[in-house]
C-alpha cells in the first residue's frame, strides 16, 4: 500500500529549507521518495492523506531517558528497585506520554530486571503501542557509585559479566555510571566512581560485540577516563571542561545534554530538594550549564538531547538548548538528525529523506520560527502509520 503525504510545508530534517506544500510517498513505512507532488508523477493507487494545514517534520528522538522513573515522585533509585511486573507497568503511562510529545525513538538508559528488553520486543510485536526502543539492559555501575540500584559491578571481572549478560540479553548498547549524580544524595558531581580498568573492560566487551558504552558523567577525572578508555557518548556532561570537549571532538565523541530533569518544575525539585545535599547540587548544576553549554554550542561538538525520565519533554528540553544560544535548527537537529547519528540509528530514522522510515508528527507552526511549535504535535505517524490524532 503507497500513501501520499501532503503538507503545508516538510521539514526533511537534512536541509534547512522546509519544502513548501512537501509531499511524501511512503510504501511499506518506508520513504519511497519526498519532493513538490508535481515531481511525482502519476500516482495510481495511492491512498491520500492530506495534512496540508500542517508542517511535517522528522518524529522526534530522546536520547537518553527510562522507561519506569518519574523525577517529580522522588527517590529515583527506589523507582528503579520495584519489582520489574510493578515498573513494567508503571512504565505504561510514560511510554504513551512520550509517544503523544511526537518522540518515535527513544534510547533507554538504564533499566533493572531487564524490563526494556521486555517492553522493546512488546512494542515490536505489536501488542503495545510506542516509540522505537534502544535499550541497555541494566545499568553497569560500582556499588558505591552514582545509579546503584540492584545490579552492582565491582572490578573488571563484574563489569564484564554483566556487560556480557546485558548483550546476551539483547542490550543495544551499554550504560556505565562512571561519575556523581544530582539525583543521588552525598558524593558531589565530579566524584569517580570507576577505575580506568574497569571503565575499559565495558568498552572492550561492547566493542567486540559491535557496538558502544555511554557513560552517566558530569566533569571531572570521571570524564577523562571515558575520553582514554573509549567511551561513545557522555550523558548529562554538567561540568565538562573546554579541554576535554576539545578531545571529544578529535575521538568524535558525543555530549547528550539533559536539562529538563535539571531545570523543570516537575523533575528533581518537585520531590528530592527536601534533600539539602541534592537540593545544593542541582541548583549548582542549574547556575553552570548555562555557562558549559555556550561553550559545548560554540566549541561544535556532536550534541544531541534527551529528557532524563521527563516524560512528555521533548519541547522543554528544546526550548532550553535555546535558551543556551541554539538556533531552532540547530535545536531541532539535535533531537533528529543528530540525535540519530548519537543512537546509532541515522540509517533508519532522523531525517525524512528516501529510504528512511516514515517516522514524522505534524505541528500547526513552524518549528524553524517558533520553537514552541513543538509543545502542539497534533499528529504522530511511525512508520507511516498515524499512531495518534
Ligand atoms: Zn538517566
Known amino acids: 500500500m503507497k500513501t501520499l503525504i501532503k503538507s503545508n510545508a516538510l521539514i526533511d530534517g537534512a536541509n534547512r529549507e522546509p519544502i513548501v506544500n512537501g509531499c511524501m510517498l511512503i510504501e511499506d513505512g518506508v520513504i519511497k521518495a519526498v519532493g513538490k507532488e508535481e515531481d511525482f508523477g502519476s500516482l495510481d493507487e495511492v491512498k491520500v492523506e492530506d495534512l496540508t494545514d500542517y508542517y511535517l517534520m522528522p518524529g522526534l528522538i530522546n536520547s537518553h531517558t527510562h522507561l519506569s522513573v518519574v523525577p517529580g515522585l522522588g527517590d529515583q533509585l527506589g523507582q528503579l528497585r520495584l519489582p520489574g511486573e510493578r515498573n513494567i507497568l508503571r512504565s505504561m503511562p510514560n511510554i504513551k506520554k512520550d509517544l503523544a510529545s511526537g518522540v518515535t525513538t ?29 535499550v541497555s539492559g541494566r545499568g553497569i555501575v560500582a556499588s558505591n557509585g552514582h545509579g ?33 549524580g544530582v539525583s543521588s544524595s552525598g558524593k558531589g558531581l565530579d566524584f569517580c566512581g ?37 567511551v561513545r557518548t557522555i550523558e548529562h ?50 547556575e553552570t550549564e548555562a555557562e ?10 556532536n550534541l544531541a538531547l534527551g529528557t532524563d525520565s521527563m516524560h512528555g519533554q521533548m519541547s522543554y528540553e528544546a526550548k532550553c538548548l535555546t535558551r543556551f544560544g541554539a538556533n531552532n535548527w540547530k535545536t531541532i537537529q539535535a533531537i533528529t538528525k543528530h540525535a540519530a547519528e548519537a543512537c546509532q540509528v541515522e540509517d533508519l530514522v532522523g531525517t525524512l529523506e528516501v529510504g528512511k ?33
Not at 534510547?107 to 534502544?134: C, S, T
Not at 580506568?196 to 570521571?222: F, L, Q
Not at 547528550?256 to 534533600?275: Q, R, V, Y
Not at 558549559?292 to 561538538?301: A, E, Q
Open 106 to 134: 527513544m534510547r533507554i538508559m538504564g533499566e533493572e530486571h531487564f524490563i526494556d528488553v521486555e517492553i522493546k520486543k512488546a512494542i515490536q510485536e505489536g501488542l503495545i503501542e510506542g516509540p522505537r526502543l534502544l
Open 148 to 180: 546503584a540500584a540492584l545490579t552492582l559491578s565491582d572490578g573488571e571481572e563484574e563489569v564484564r559479566k554483566h556487560v556480557r549478560e546485558n548483550l546476551a540479553k539483547g542490550a543495544d548498547q551499554i550504560k556505565l555510571f562512571v561519575t556523581g
Open 194 to 230: 570507576y577505575t580506568a580498568k574497569e571503565v575499559a573492560a565495558a568498552v572492550e566487551e561492547a566493542d567486540r560485540m559491535g557496538t558502544y558504552c555511554a557513560a552517566h558523567a558530569h566533569g571531572g577525572k570521571g570524564v577523562d577516563l571515558c575520553i582514554q578508555e573509549g
Open 237 to 286: 556532561g554538567a561540568l565538562v571542561t573546554e579541554k576535554q570537549v576539545e578531545k571529544m571532538i578529535r575521538r568524535n565523541m558525543w555530549i547528550i545534554g539533559t536539562f529538563s530533569i535539571l531545570f523543570h518544575p516537575e523533575g528533581i525539585e518537585k520531590s528530592d530538594f527536601s534533600d539539602p545535599s541534592i537540593k545544593e547540587k542541582v541548583l549548582r548544576a542549574r
Open 292 to 301: 558549559v553549554f555556550d561553550m559545548v554550542l560554540k566549541s561544535g561538538v
Open 357 to 389: 522510515l516514515g517516522d514524522f508528527i505534524a505541528l500547526e507552526e513552524n518549528p524553524l520560527e517558533n520553537i514552541e511549535a513543538l509543545e502542539k504535535v497534533k499528529e504522530v505517524y511511525k512508520e507511516g502509520r498515524r499512531i495518534l490524532k
